[in-house]
């Protein structure tokens, strides 16, 4: 029996099952895949959990990336901020295809460093063309390239986001700031939410993450940047646990040709609102009508 369907029969279990009956049954089963728990099993959704109970969470999380990883981390539930609703852009003018963007959420987020995964994905194209089909994440070249420009990819937030609709568990949804999250504990690995998504920015775990304990950033977020499960499908949060608290995104403050605005879309005087209303702005595939909140814009 594979990770994925051991998780959704463990789910179903503890909903029929009292937990403590439950917790015995499965203790075979969590000696026999160390990575998980009873606690991870019988845990309840991120929306069901009190503050005491998410605090016990958060704790134990904090307990096992020292006990797996050999590093003190903290890991907080942030939630969003009144009367913010976040919104990123992207100067594809001034866009070099350098990618210090990829490499900072490669760091910033927690990832495997042997798969050298990132949330972004920078796509070299063709002047005078904007098909996806014709264009390349695998150059290795000196950039910026003659007649090529450069087009960095990640989670759009869409405010109709698919993703969230083809989730048979409700394990993704948007919160109040326009952020789509994933509860990775109660994720069982299905995909449908990776298949539904028009711009391929979501990643799946195939193994468990291998990160030195050096290299990890302290610094974490339960719907965010703490070390994923094997086993579960994760994806760009924005940075909320930067930007929750007035922070910028990790990737924008490492982009070097200063191509990435970042702010509240409800405060009429920031910068990203300035740039939606006097650029020329566009989304990506914008028929498929997902409404995103990442906009493109090019220099007047």
């Known amino acids: 029996m594979d ?10 279990g503890g909903a029929t099952l009292g937990a403590a009956a439950f917790a015995r049954s499965i203790a075979p089963l969590t ?10 099993f ?8 009190s503050r005491e109970e998410m605090e016990t969470v958060l704790r134990r999380v904090e ?24 919104g990123y852009a992207l100067n594809l003018s001034t866009c070099v295809g350098c990618r210090k963007c990829a490499e900072a959420c490669h760091n910033e987020n927690n990832h495997d460093r042997s798969t050298n995964q990132s949330y972004i994905r920078v796509l070299e194209m063709t002047k005078g063309s904007v098909s996806l089909d014709l264009s390349s994440v695998e150059y290795d ?3 910026p390239a003659e007649d090529k420009y450069y087009m960095p990819v990640q989670c759009h937030q869409c ?20 952020i789509v999250v994933v509860d990775y504990d109660w994720c069982i690995g299905c995909r449908y939410c990776e298949a539904a998504c028009p711009y ?33 499908v994760e ?44 650029t020329r702005v566009f989304v990506l595939k914008e028929d498929v009508g997902t409404q995103p909140r990442f906009f493109y814009f090019f220099d007047s």
Not at 42 to 49: G, N, S
Not at 257 to 269: E, H, I, Q, T, W
């Open 200 to 232: 391929h920015a979501r990643r799946f775990n195939f193994t468990k993450p291998e990160i030195p304990a050096e290299e990890i950033n302290p610094d974490q977020a339960y719907l965010s940047n703490r070390i994923r499960p094997v086993g579960v």
């Open 63 to 86: 307990a096992m990336t020292l006990e797996e990883y050999g590093a003190e981390v903290t890991v907080q539930d942030i939630r969003p901020m009144d009367g913010v609703q976040f």
């Open 159 to 178: 405010d109709n986001a698919p993703c969230v609709t083809a989730c048979p568990i409700e394990a993704t949804w948007k919160e109040a700031d326009g």
């Open 3 to 12: 990770d994925t369907s051991r998780r959704t029969a463990m789910k179903l």
């Open 141 to 143: 070249h000196a950039v």
């Open 235 to 278: 994806k760009c949060t924005f940075c909320l646990h930067r930007t929750r608290v007035g922070r910028l995104p990790a990737c924008l403050e490492a982009c070097p040709a200063g191509s990435r605005v970042f702010g509240n879309l409800l405060d009429p005087k920031s910068e990203i609102r300035w740039i939606i209303e006097n």
């Open 31 to 40: 000696e026999w895949v160390p990575t998980l728990s009873s606690e991870e």
């Open 42 to 49: 019988l845990q309840k959704h991120y929306k069901e959990l």
